[in-house]
């Protein structure tokens, strides 16, 4: 048995206390560094494809400001239209300059494709198209103050490509358009400038764009942005037919405004006014000259409540008809082509599809 004089003092609590604090605080500055690294390190840039690649393993959803037309999207996107899709934000890479841009292409083009003064127009037409209203304003005039979002097209679109004059006749901005015009004389005074009137196929696409849209505002019936839906005036037609009271007539019933004046009022394509403002005269390849339905077709409307949309179009006014309201516009074809030649000089009683023949273009309106 061992006595306290004996026993060893234990090394270990002196030593251990005094061997520990140097690797312990070597290791927490390691670990400060590496912290410090990371923090300051910049994240790797994803690059296009890198991007692309990521993006095929996510779910794919669709942004857009702007609706596409359906027969535009990949077939494995067939289903909801993209408004209806969950957006998220996306990263656009930086463009490669080795790529030439498009856009700039087509802007130099539609600037040297048409006379001054008109619009390159360059789509698909499609021959019927189905909107749907959702608040009507008068069920009988087939007046609609909004349509459901996305269309229907009917039939095998057809590939255009043409000119129209930007405002409506005399196509100068901040002047009033003709009225009074019968079809004939519209005829005259297009050719006169090396164009001719509009087919109503062209006159349609220009007025509802790529997307078919009901007015070329958009889906809404916009009284603020086009010159319709102004108090109805009662002509009075003895004093319209007689000659020398018919300026004063005119002047009474009046109600248009200067071309350019309501900037809101144009089209996807840059034409302006082709809805209300005046009626304006086309050419109605399905119609007759000698009985209803007329070959010289009425489209846009005028000033006053009528239905004022892209698609309608009247058919019930013979060549020699003038209204106080009825007013055109030209168009041409483009700079690859004749300016002569066009769409007038198809026979109606050839075998070919009759795209105004549709109920939506060719019903009778007032």
């Not at 996305?150 to 358009?177: H, I, Q």
Request: glycine share 6%; aromatic share 8%.
């Amino acid at each position: 048995m061992f006595s306290s004089s004996h026993t060893v003092p234990p090394r270990t609590p002196v030593e251990q206390r005094s061997s520990w604090p140097a690797p312990a605080l070597f290791g927490f500055a390691a670990l400060a560094g590496y912290i410090a690294a990371v923090v300051t390190t910049p994240m790797p840039v994803l690059t296009s494809r890198t991007f692309a690649q990521r993006a095929q393993a996510r779910s794919l959803s669709v942004s857009s400001s702007v609706p596409a037309p359906l027969e535009s999207l990949p077939a494995d996107l067939a289903g909801p239209l993209s408004s209806e899709m969950d957006s998220e934000p996306v990263e656009i890479p930086e463009p490669d300059p080795s790529i030439s841009s498009a856009p700039p292409a087509l802007a130099s083009e539609a600037e040297t494709a048409c006379p001054r003064g008109m619009v390159l127009v360059e789509g698909q037409y499609c021959p019927s198209v189905a909107h749907r209203c959702v608040d009507y304003l008068n069920v009988d005039r087939d007046r609609c103050a909004e349509y459901a979002e996305g269309s229907r097209c009917f039939g095998t679109p057809l590939a255009m490509r043409f000119c129209v004059d930007e405002f409506e006749y005399p196509n100068t901005a901040g002047v009033k358009p003709d009225v009074a015009v019968s079809y004939t004389e519209a005829e005259a005074k297009c050719e006169e400038q090396g164009k001719r009137l509009c087919s109503a196929e062209e006159w349609t696409l220009a007025c509802e764009g790529p997307e078919r849209l009901p007015y070329p505002t958009g889906i809404r019936r916009d009284e603020q942005a086009c010159n319709y839906d102004k108090p109805y005036r009662m002509p009075d037609n003895d004093a319209y037919a007689n000659p020398r009271t018919r300026a004063a007539e005119i002047a009474r019933l009046d109600q248009r405004t200067a071309s350019g004046e309501l900037a809101e009022c144009v089209s996807a394509y840059g034409v302006h006014d082709m809805t209300g403002n005046v009626d304006e005269w086309v050419y109605n390849k399905a119609g007759s000259s000698q009985e209803r339905p007329y070959s010289s077709g009425l489209k846009g409307g005028y000033w006053g409540p009528v239905r004022n949309r892209c698609r309608p179009m009247t058919v019930d006014h013979n060549e020699w008809h003038s209204g106080y309201q009825i007013g055109f516009r030209c168009c041409a074809a483009g700079h690859d082509q004749s300016p002569a030649a066009g769409v007038r000089e198809v026979s109606a009683d050839e075998d070919e599809p009759r795209a105004e023949a549709s109920l939506d273009e060719s019903q009778v309106s007032g």
